[in-house]
Nanobody
């Protein structure tokens, strides 16, 4: 299990930007695929983005493509989610996830952070 801590959430206006960070505590965290999910009130948790290991392939959900970018810094055991041109429908609690590969991340089979709130106001 990898301990994950998210940060960077907050309140932003429509069209604004935020960058979320997720830092993993385990020494081998850089050898995990990592991703982001979100859950809005009354809705199921949904996939947002994933980045693989060892091959640094990325994928994002259709709803955020062109606006959100996932990246990682292995030296810092940290994955980032850069969110631009935010919309009100992006309001949700955002969760970081880590697993042995991207398929397991997408299947929500792995370690989770506690979540960070993102609120986009109009």
């Amino acid at each position: 299990q990898v301990h994950l801590v998210e940060s960077g959430g907050g309140l932003v206006q429509v069209g604004g930007s935020l960058r979320l960070s997720c830092t993993a505590s385990a020494l081998t965290a850089s050898k995990y695929a990592m991703g982001w999910f979100r859950q809005a009130p009354g809705k199921e948790r949904e996939f947002v983005a994933v980045i693989g290991w060892p091959r640094i392939a990325t994928a994002v959900a259709n709803s955020v493509r062109g606006r959100f970018t996932i990246s990682k810094d292995d030296a810092k055991n940290t994955v980032y989610l850069q969110m631009n041109n935010l919309k009100s429908e992006d309001t949700a609690v955002y969760y970081c996830a880590a697993a042995a590969n991207t398929a397991l991340v997408r299947a929500q089979q792995g370690s989770w952070g506690q979540g960070t709130q993102v609120t986009v106001s109009s």
